[in-house]
Protein backbone atom coordinates (compact mmCIF):
# COMPACT_ATOMS: atom_id res chain seq x y z
CA UNK A 1 0.00 0.00 0.00
CA UNK A 2 1.35 3.48 -1.17
CA UNK A 3 1.15 5.85 1.80
CA UNK A 4 0.83 9.89 0.70
CA UNK A 5 3.23 12.27 0.44
CA UNK A 6 3.38 14.83 2.83
CA UNK A 7 6.09 16.61 2.64
CA UNK A 8 8.09 17.05 -0.71
CA UNK A 9 11.22 18.98 -0.58
CA UNK A 10 12.09 19.59 -4.54
CA UNK A 11 15.67 20.91 -5.79
CA UNK A 12 16.60 23.09 -2.51
CA UNK A 13 19.89 25.26 -2.58
CA UNK A 14 20.94 27.63 0.29
CA UNK A 15 23.88 29.99 -0.20
CA UNK A 16 25.42 32.66 2.49
CA UNK A 17 27.58 34.64 1.76
CA UNK A 18 30.22 34.77 4.34
CA UNK A 19 33.92 36.71 5.05
CA UNK A 20 37.05 35.22 3.08
CA UNK A 21 39.07 37.58 5.75
CA UNK A 22 40.31 40.91 6.29
CA UNK A 23 40.36 42.48 2.26
CA UNK A 24 39.48 39.90 0.94
CA UNK A 25 35.48 40.69 0.85
CA UNK A 26 32.70 37.93 0.59
CA UNK A 27 32.55 34.58 -0.22
CA UNK A 28 29.76 32.03 -1.12
CA UNK A 29 29.21 29.02 1.25
CA UNK A 30 26.52 26.40 -0.22
CA UNK A 31 24.86 25.32 2.66
CA UNK A 32 22.44 23.17 0.90
CA UNK A 33 22.93 22.04 -2.71
CA UNK A 34 19.95 20.65 -4.55
CA UNK A 35 18.69 18.23 -2.13
CA UNK A 36 15.45 16.48 -2.90
CA UNK A 37 13.47 13.79 -0.95
CA UNK A 38 10.27 13.12 -0.05
CA UNK A 39 8.64 11.76 3.24
CA UNK A 40 5.52 9.78 3.47
CA UNK A 41 2.52 10.47 5.69
CA UNK A 42 3.13 8.37 9.53
CA UNK A 43 6.82 8.09 8.50
CA UNK A 44 9.79 8.64 9.80
CA UNK A 45 13.13 9.93 7.55
CA UNK A 46 16.36 10.93 9.45
CA UNK A 47 18.99 12.99 8.06
CA UNK A 48 22.29 11.81 9.25
CA UNK A 49 25.85 13.54 8.34
CA UNK A 50 28.76 15.02 10.26
CA UNK A 51 28.39 18.82 11.32
CA UNK A 52 28.46 21.13 8.75
CA UNK A 53 26.91 19.15 6.39
CA UNK A 54 23.72 21.20 5.87
CA UNK A 55 21.13 19.24 8.43
CA UNK A 56 19.92 21.70 10.33
CA UNK A 57 19.85 24.44 7.46
CA UNK A 58 17.68 21.72 5.62
CA UNK A 59 15.25 21.76 8.64
CA UNK A 60 15.07 25.38 9.07
CA UNK A 61 13.97 25.78 5.55
CA UNK A 62 11.53 22.70 5.55
CA UNK A 63 10.17 25.02 8.52
CA UNK A 64 10.04 28.30 7.11
CA UNK A 65 12.41 29.57 9.00
CA UNK A 66 15.13 30.30 6.22
CA UNK A 67 13.89 30.53 2.64
CA UNK A 68 15.72 28.56 -0.27
CA UNK A 69 17.85 30.70 -3.00
CA UNK A 70 16.39 27.86 -5.42
CA UNK A 71 13.63 24.81 -5.19
CA UNK A 72 10.82 24.92 -2.93
CA UNK A 73 9.55 22.38 -0.32
CA UNK A 74 5.73 21.80 -0.30
CA UNK A 75 3.74 20.72 2.89
CA UNK A 76 0.80 18.51 1.36
CA UNK A 77 0.98 20.33 -1.84
CA UNK A 78 1.04 23.68 -0.05
CA UNK A 79 4.80 25.81 -0.79
CA UNK A 80 6.22 27.27 2.01
CA UNK A 81 6.28 31.02 1.46
CA UNK A 82 6.74 33.94 3.73
CA UNK A 83 2.80 34.70 2.58
CA UNK A 84 1.73 30.76 4.10
CA UNK A 85 4.37 30.64 7.05
CA UNK A 86 1.23 31.30 9.63
CA UNK A 87 -1.04 28.42 7.75
CA UNK A 88 2.41 25.91 7.33
CA UNK A 89 2.98 26.58 11.22
CA UNK A 90 -0.28 24.96 11.98
CA UNK A 91 0.55 21.92 10.02
CA UNK A 92 4.59 21.59 10.67
CA UNK A 93 6.18 22.12 14.47
CA UNK A 94 9.73 21.78 15.79
CA UNK A 95 11.36 20.31 18.54
CA UNK A 96 14.96 21.92 19.12
CA UNK A 97 18.26 20.70 20.48
CA UNK A 98 18.22 22.29 23.44
CA UNK A 99 15.86 22.40 25.71
CA UNK A 100 17.56 24.94 27.73
CA UNK A 101 17.65 27.33 24.79
CA UNK A 102 15.04 26.51 23.19
CA UNK A 103 12.23 27.56 25.93
CA UNK A 104 12.06 31.35 27.29
CA UNK A 105 13.30 31.21 30.85
CA UNK A 106 10.61 34.06 32.16
CA UNK A 107 7.52 32.67 30.97
CA UNK A 108 5.75 29.21 33.05
CA UNK A 109 5.76 25.89 31.56
CA UNK A 110 1.91 26.77 31.00
CA UNK A 111 2.72 29.90 29.27
CA UNK A 112 5.87 28.40 26.99
CA UNK A 113 2.67 25.75 26.10
CA UNK A 114 -0.15 27.81 25.09
CA UNK A 115 1.81 30.00 22.98
CA UNK A 116 0.82 28.24 19.92
CA UNK A 117 -2.87 28.58 20.84
CA UNK A 118 -2.37 32.26 21.35
CA UNK A 119 -1.02 32.89 18.23
CA UNK A 120 -3.70 31.56 15.73
CA UNK A 121 -6.01 32.65 18.27
CA UNK A 122 -7.65 29.26 18.76
CA UNK A 123 -10.14 29.47 21.21
CA UNK A 124 -10.04 31.13 24.81
CA UNK A 125 -8.40 30.98 28.06
CA UNK A 126 -10.64 27.70 29.21
CA UNK A 127 -9.74 25.89 26.09
CA UNK A 128 -6.01 27.22 26.64
CA UNK A 129 -6.04 26.15 30.32
CA UNK A 130 -7.78 22.73 29.09
CA UNK A 131 -5.74 21.97 26.42
CA UNK A 132 -2.74 22.36 28.39
CA UNK A 133 -3.53 19.96 30.74
CA UNK A 134 -4.73 17.37 28.49
CA UNK A 135 -1.20 17.71 26.73
CA UNK A 136 1.07 17.37 29.89
CA UNK A 137 -0.61 14.86 30.48
CA UNK A 138 0.24 13.40 27.17
CA UNK A 139 3.60 13.85 27.17
CA UNK A 140 4.20 12.71 31.10
CA UNK A 141 4.66 16.01 32.72
CA UNK A 142 3.04 16.78 36.18
CA UNK A 143 0.26 19.51 36.06
CA UNK A 144 2.03 20.57 39.48
CA UNK A 145 4.45 22.10 36.60
CA UNK A 146 2.11 24.31 34.79
CA UNK A 147 3.34 27.14 37.28
CA UNK A 148 7.20 26.44 37.44
CA UNK A 149 9.50 28.27 35.27
CA UNK A 150 11.93 26.02 32.60
CA UNK A 151 14.96 26.52 35.38
CA UNK A 152 12.77 24.84 38.35
CA UNK A 153 12.79 21.72 35.79
CA UNK A 154 15.42 18.93 34.54
CA UNK A 155 16.57 18.35 30.91
CA UNK A 156 14.23 15.66 30.34
CA UNK A 157 11.36 17.91 31.30
CA UNK A 158 12.41 20.95 29.50
CA UNK A 159 12.23 18.30 26.74
CA UNK A 160 8.76 16.75 27.36
CA UNK A 161 7.54 21.06 27.35
CA UNK A 162 9.48 21.59 23.84
CA UNK A 163 7.24 18.13 22.77
CA UNK A 164 4.35 19.11 24.30
CA UNK A 165 4.68 23.23 23.03
CA UNK A 166 5.02 21.20 19.72
CA UNK A 167 1.63 19.22 19.67
CA UNK A 168 -1.25 20.84 21.00
CA UNK A 169 -1.79 22.29 17.64
CA UNK A 170 -1.92 19.03 16.74
CA UNK A 171 0.64 19.17 13.68
CA UNK A 172 1.49 16.56 10.52
CA UNK A 173 4.49 16.59 10.46
CA UNK A 174 7.21 17.22 13.29
CA UNK A 175 10.90 18.52 12.64
CA UNK A 176 13.08 16.70 15.61
CA UNK A 177 16.26 18.54 15.10
CA UNK A 178 18.69 16.62 17.32
CA UNK A 179 15.83 16.12 20.35
CA UNK A 180 17.94 14.10 22.48
CA UNK A 181 21.59 15.19 21.85
CA UNK A 182 22.13 17.48 25.24
CA UNK A 183 20.32 14.79 27.51
CA UNK A 184 21.93 12.27 29.74
CA UNK A 185 21.99 8.60 27.83
CA UNK A 186 19.28 7.64 30.44
CA UNK A 187 16.60 10.57 29.99
CA UNK A 188 17.37 9.87 25.70
CA UNK A 189 15.90 6.38 26.01
CA UNK A 190 12.77 7.98 27.82
CA UNK A 191 12.54 10.81 25.23
CA UNK A 192 12.92 8.30 22.32
CA UNK A 193 10.38 5.59 23.41
CA UNK A 194 8.01 8.87 24.06
CA UNK A 195 8.44 9.91 20.13
CA UNK A 196 7.77 6.70 19.12
CA UNK A 197 4.40 6.45 21.66
CA UNK A 198 3.31 9.37 19.95
CA UNK A 199 3.98 8.95 16.51
CA UNK A 200 1.80 5.76 16.74
CA UNK A 201 -1.17 7.68 18.85
CA UNK A 202 -1.51 11.04 17.09
CA UNK A 203 -0.18 9.03 13.18
CA UNK A 204 2.56 11.52 13.54
CA UNK A 205 5.26 12.79 10.93
CA UNK A 206 8.51 12.92 11.94
CA UNK A 207 11.87 14.57 9.92
CA UNK A 208 15.04 13.54 11.96
CA UNK A 209 18.04 15.23 12.34
CA UNK A 210 20.97 13.51 14.10
CA UNK A 211 24.37 12.53 13.78
CA UNK A 212 23.66 9.81 16.24
CA UNK A 213 23.04 6.55 14.04
CA UNK A 214 21.73 4.24 16.91
CA UNK A 215 19.03 7.37 17.24
CA UNK A 216 18.15 7.27 13.96
CA UNK A 217 18.07 3.53 13.42
CA UNK A 218 16.08 2.97 16.21
CA UNK A 219 13.39 5.23 15.07
CA UNK A 220 13.91 5.88 11.20
CA UNK A 221 11.51 4.41 8.28
CA UNK A 222 14.20 5.90 6.07
CA UNK A 223 17.29 7.52 5.89
CA UNK A 224 19.35 10.08 4.13
CA UNK A 225 22.88 10.39 4.40
CA UNK A 226 23.92 13.96 3.83
CA UNK A 227 27.73 14.83 2.81
CA UNK A 228 28.62 18.87 2.11
CA UNK A 229 25.08 19.87 1.19
CA UNK A 230 24.32 17.21 -0.74
CA UNK A 231 22.36 13.48 -0.21
CA UNK A 232 24.81 11.04 -1.04
CA UNK A 233 22.65 7.52 -0.36
CA UNK A 234 18.97 7.37 0.89
CA UNK A 235 17.28 4.09 1.79
CA UNK A 236 15.43 1.82 3.58
CA UNK A 237 16.44 2.21 7.54
CA UNK A 238 17.14 -1.84 7.78
CA UNK A 239 18.62 -1.85 4.35
CA UNK A 240 20.84 0.90 4.71
CA UNK A 241 22.32 -0.23 8.17
CA UNK A 242 23.24 -3.58 6.32
CA UNK A 243 24.24 -3.16 3.20
CA UNK A 244 25.45 0.68 3.07
CA UNK A 245 27.05 1.56 -0.90
CA UNK A 246 28.25 4.66 -0.47
CA UNK A 247 31.52 4.86 0.92
CA UNK A 248 30.94 7.88 3.09
CA UNK A 249 27.82 5.68 4.42
CA UNK A 250 30.11 2.61 5.30
CA UNK A 251 32.67 5.54 7.10
CA UNK A 252 29.64 6.64 8.65
CA UNK A 253 28.59 3.40 10.23
CA UNK A 254 31.82 2.25 10.82
CA UNK A 255 32.59 5.07 12.98
CA UNK A 256 29.76 3.77 16.05
CA UNK A 257 31.43 3.04 18.98
CA UNK A 258 31.06 -0.57 20.42
CA UNK A 259 30.31 -1.62 23.95
CA UNK A 260 32.96 -4.70 23.53
CA UNK A 261 36.02 -3.72 26.17
CA UNK A 262 38.66 -5.31 23.57
CA UNK A 263 38.12 -3.25 20.63
CA UNK A 264 40.23 0.03 20.29
CA UNK A 265 38.18 3.25 19.06
CA UNK A 266 37.10 2.38 15.31
CA UNK A 267 38.87 4.12 12.47
CA UNK A 268 36.92 5.13 9.58
CA UNK A 269 39.90 6.47 7.43
CA UNK A 270 38.25 9.38 6.69
CA UNK A 271 40.91 11.68 8.74
CA UNK A 272 40.03 14.57 10.67
CA UNK A 273 39.74 17.58 8.51
CA UNK A 274 36.93 18.00 7.08
CA UNK A 275 36.71 20.18 3.67
CA UNK A 276 36.23 23.65 3.17
CA UNK A 277 32.50 24.42 2.23
CA UNK A 278 33.79 27.71 0.90
CA UNK A 279 36.22 26.21 -1.40
CA UNK A 280 34.79 22.36 -1.99
CA UNK A 281 36.77 20.08 -4.24
CA UNK A 282 36.07 19.35 -7.81
CA UNK A 283 34.37 16.29 -9.24
CA UNK A 284 33.04 13.78 -6.47
CA UNK A 285 33.41 16.42 -3.20
CA UNK A 286 33.82 12.77 -0.88
CA UNK A 287 37.12 12.16 -3.23
CA UNK A 288 40.00 13.42 -1.16
CA UNK A 289 38.93 11.17 1.95
CA UNK A 290 37.55 8.09 -0.25
CA UNK A 291 39.46 4.62 -0.38
CA UNK A 292 38.09 4.41 -4.15
CA UNK A 293 38.69 7.64 -5.91
CA UNK A 294 40.21 7.70 -9.02
CA UNK A 295 40.61 10.50 -11.79
CA UNK A 296 37.20 10.67 -12.83
CA UNK A 297 35.95 11.06 -9.02
CA UNK A 298 38.75 14.29 -9.03
CA UNK A 299 36.72 15.46 -12.29
CA UNK A 300 33.16 14.56 -12.64
CA UNK A 301 30.63 15.02 -9.93
CA UNK A 302 28.75 11.48 -10.14
CA UNK A 303 24.71 11.93 -10.98
CA UNK A 304 22.19 10.43 -8.55
CA UNK A 305 20.72 6.92 -9.43
CA UNK A 306 17.58 5.67 -7.95
CA UNK A 307 17.95 1.42 -7.93
CA UNK A 308 15.42 -0.77 -6.10
CA UNK A 309 14.46 2.34 -4.19
CA UNK A 310 17.76 3.66 -3.15
CA UNK A 311 18.82 6.64 -4.31
CA UNK A 312 22.74 6.60 -4.79
CA UNK A 313 25.85 9.11 -5.73
CA UNK A 314 28.81 7.40 -6.60
CA UNK A 315 30.81 6.42 -9.41
CA UNK A 316 31.84 3.12 -7.65
CA UNK A 317 29.38 2.18 -5.31
CA UNK A 318 29.88 -0.62 -2.37
CA UNK A 319 28.99 -3.93 -4.41
CA UNK A 320 28.83 -2.67 -8.09
CA UNK A 321 31.65 -5.43 -8.72
CA UNK A 322 29.57 -8.38 -7.46
CA UNK A 323 26.52 -6.92 -10.01
CA UNK A 324 28.72 -6.88 -12.96
CA UNK A 325 29.90 -10.08 -12.16
Not at 167 to 180: A, F, H, S
Request: net charge positive; glycine share 8%.
Amino acid sequence: MTLPIIVQVDSVTKTYLVSAGVFKGKRKLQAVNGVSFSVEKGTVIGLVGESGCGKSTLAKIILGLEDANKGEVLIDGMRITPSHRHEISRRIQPVFQDPYSSLNPRKTVKSIISLPLRVHKLGGRKDWNRKVEEIMDVVGLPRRLMYNYPNQLSGGQRQRVAIARALIMNPDVVVCDEPTSSLDVSVQAQILNLLIDLRKEFGLTYILISHNLAVVEHLASRVAVMYLGRIVEEAETGELFKRPRHPYTKALLASVLTPQPRLRLPDTHLGVAYPNPIDPPSGCTFHPRCPKANELCMTDAPEPKLERGRLLECHFPEGAEKEEA
